[in-house]
């Protein structure tokens, strides 16, 4: 078991796709009293929006020093400040559960190739950042449906031939007693010349990703299966074109690490045995609810119609085609005794939805979650996305991480020593 180091550093962090600061807060939390990590540059930029709400937000909590709000692609390396820490959850839509597999287009799509300027500021920076944490949902680990772990095999192989060696984990923080059962990817990388190089080095793969490192610490896991190792040492077109054509499923599970060209990975499972953070236990009290969040019975039914069960006959619209839609039930309301299923963008708007959360707390009204409750979910302070629409609040939280996950990896990484 790696130790726990006594003395607090300085860790200078430049933020990418800062949305409305989920890393910066986690961050934060992890320095405790001490200042140990100190955002020396943050960027968020929606391209195409007039007015930019998720930056204006971040600049609100935050402040405007080391901030930027323009295109990441048209920003000089030259005008981002040296950095020992580089993090961000970069543009996940090409992967989301939110569009098809079919659809999804990995690292070729229109946002995925946001990946590269991450690439782009590490290799052009003459002194790279010593440490990554990246966050993605976990469709990264199979996507794309034609080359299953294609994108994740690149992403691995160019770091690897920028001098860091990588270890993911697919995190549920609901299985780390937080309030939603929400699944991210974490990335971590760890440069060569840093103390954790060294020691992934001397460490048995299986070791590092489940008692030695830094996440293993901060998300206690046991092995659930065993570990393969396979090599992506070569040349990055050729991996681009090849890997995963011939496999149905990819070869990435859950947990792993690549060092020097070679991945080891398999399947964990979180260790946790402490209480569950519900969904009950973090609602505002009621008198602190707008009525406009209180369903009307007149709605109900068409509320109880979207969540429940269904096998009925439909018509295609392009072809005319008539074929049968079957899916299963939701629960409805949603149980106050565990934690909340996934947030999504589209928790905002009185419209009924088979996914929004709905909940009935006195056993007679029924009625969806506010701005402060989502952001409880997300671990973010209450009214941190105040100043725009609840739709628009209801939208940065479907967006965010949980926060708590980031705070534990910082704090671990901080106190650990070979």
Same mark, same amino acid.
């Given at each position: 078991?790696?130790?726990?180091?006594?003395?607090?550093?300085?860790?200078?962090?430049?933020?990418?796709?800062?949305?409305?600061?989920?890393?910066?807060?986690?961050?934060?939390?992890?320095?405790?009293?001490?200042?140990?990590?100190?955002?020396?540059?943050?960027?968020?930029?929606?391209?195409?929006?007039?007015?930019?709400?998720?930056?204006?937000?971040?600049?609100?909590?935050?402040?405007?020093?080391?901030?930027?709000?323009?295109?990441?692609?048209?920003?000089? @390396?030259?005008?981002?400040?040296?950095?020992?820490?580089?993090?961000?959850?970069?543009?996940?839509?090409?992967?989301?559960?939110?569009?098809?597999?079919?659809?999804?287009?990995?690292?070729?799509?229109?946002?995925?190739?946001?990946?590269?300027?991450?690439?782009?500021?590490?290799?052009?920076?003459?002194?790279?950042?010593?440490?990554?944490?990246?966050?993605?949902?976990?469709?990264?680990?199979?996507?794309?449906?034609?080359?299953?772990?294609?994108?994740?095999?690149?992403?691995?192989?160019?770091?690897?031939?920028?001098?860091?060696?990588?270890?993911?984990?697919?995190?549920?923080?609901?299985?780390?007693?937080?309030?939603?059962?929400?699944?991210?990817?974490?990335?971590?990388?760890?440069?060569?010349?840093?103390?954790?190089?060294?020691?992934?080095?001397?460490? @048995?793969? @299986?070791?590092?990703?489940?008692?030695?490192?830094?996440?293993?610490?901060?998300?206690?896991?046991?092995?659930?299966?065993?570990?393969?190792?396979?090599?992506?040492?070569?040349?990055?077109?050729?991996?681009?074109?090849?890997?995963?054509?011939?496999?149905?499923?990819?070869?990435?599970?859950?947990?792993?690490?690549?060092?020097?060209?070679?991945?080891?990975?398999?399947?964990?499972?979180?260790?946790?045995?402490?209480?569950?953070?519900?969904?009950?236990?973090?609602?505002?009290?009621?008198?602190?609810?707008?009525?406009?969040?209180?369903?009307?019975?007149?709605?109900?039914?068409?509320?109880?119609?979207?969540?429940?069960?269904?096998?009925?006959?439909?018509?295609?619209?392009?072809?005319?085609?008539?074929?049968?839609?079957?899916?299963?039930?939701?629960?409805?309301?949603?149980?106050?005794?565990?934690?909340?299923?996934?947030?999504?963008?589209?928790?905002?708007?009185?419209?009924?939805?088979?996914?929004?959360?709905?909940?009935?707390?006195?056993?007679?009204?029924?009625?969806?979650?506010?701005?402060?409750?989502?952001?409880?979910?997300?671990?973010?302070?209450?009214?941190? @996305?105040?100043?725009?629409?609840?739709?628009?609040?209801?939208?940065?939280?479907?967006?965010?991480?949980?926060?708590?996950?980031?705070?534990?990896?910082?704090?671990?990484?901080?106190?650990?020593?070979?």
């Amino acid at each position: 078991m790696a130790k726990r180091s006594k003395s607090v550093r300085t860790v200078r962090v430049a933020e990418l796709f800062a949305g409305v600061g989920g890393f910066r807060l986690g961050l934060e939390r992890a320095s405790g009293s001490d200042t140990a990590y100190q955002v020396v540059f943050s960027n968020q930029w929606e391209p195409g929006k007039r007015v930019q709400h998720a930056s204006n937000i971040y600049v609100s909590r935050f402040g405007k020093e080391h901030h930027v709000n323009t295109d990441i692609a048209t920003l000089s @390396t030259r005008d981002i400040p040296d950095h020992d820490m580089l993090v961000g959850g970069f543009p996940c839509q090409d992967y989301s559960v939110a569009s098809t597999l079919r659809n999804s287009k990995g690292l070729v799509g229109k946002k995925g190739v946001l990946w590269w300027q991450i690439h782009r500021i590490l290799k052009e920076k003459e002194r790279p950042p010593k440490y990554l944490l990246l966050e993605n949902v976990d469709r990264l680990l199979s996507s794309p449906v034609a080359q299953r772990g294609r994108d994740l095999a690149v992403m691995l192989r160019s770091l690897d031939l920028l001098g860091y060696a990588v270890e993911w984990r697919v995190v549920n923080a609901a299985e780390h007693g937080m309030p939603q059962r929400r699944r991210r990817v974490f990335i971590m990388g760890y440069r060569k010349g840093t103390p954790e190089h060294k020691a992934i080095k001397r460490s @048995t793969p @299986t070791d590092w990703c489940t008692l030695n490192g830094p996440m293993a610490i901060a998300l206690p896991c046991k092995v659930d299966g065993g570990f393969v190792q396979f090599s992506i040492e070569q040349d990055l077109e050729v991996l681009s074109n090849e890997f995963g054509q011939r496999s149905g499923t990819s070869p990435f599970g859950n947990t792993g690490i690549m060092f020097d060209g070679q991945v080891f990975t398999g399947r964990t499972k979180a260790v946790y045995d402490g209480e569950p953070v519900t969904l009950g236990s973090i609602l505002q009290a009621e008198k602190d609810v707008p009525e406009e969040f209180y369903i009307k019975r007149g709605e109900l039914k068409q509320w109880k119609y979207l969540k429940g069960a269904k096998k009925e006959a439909r018509v295609s619209q392009g072809s005319g085609h008539t074929y049968s839609y079957s899916e299963g039930a939701m629960s409805f309301p949603d149980p106050l005794d565990r934690p909340s299923r996934t947030i999504i963008t589209g928790e905002g708007g009185r419209a009924a939805s088979r996914f929004k959360h709905v909940v009935c707390v006195d056993g007679k009204r029924y009625r969806r979650l506010t701005p402060v409750e989502l952001e409880r979910l997300n671990m973010f302070p209450d009214d941190h @996305t105040a100043g725009v629409s609840d739709t628009w609040r209801a939208f940065f939280m479907g967006n965010a991480l949980v926060v708590g996950i980031v705070e534990r990896i910082g704090r671990e990484l901080l106190r650990w020593s070979p």
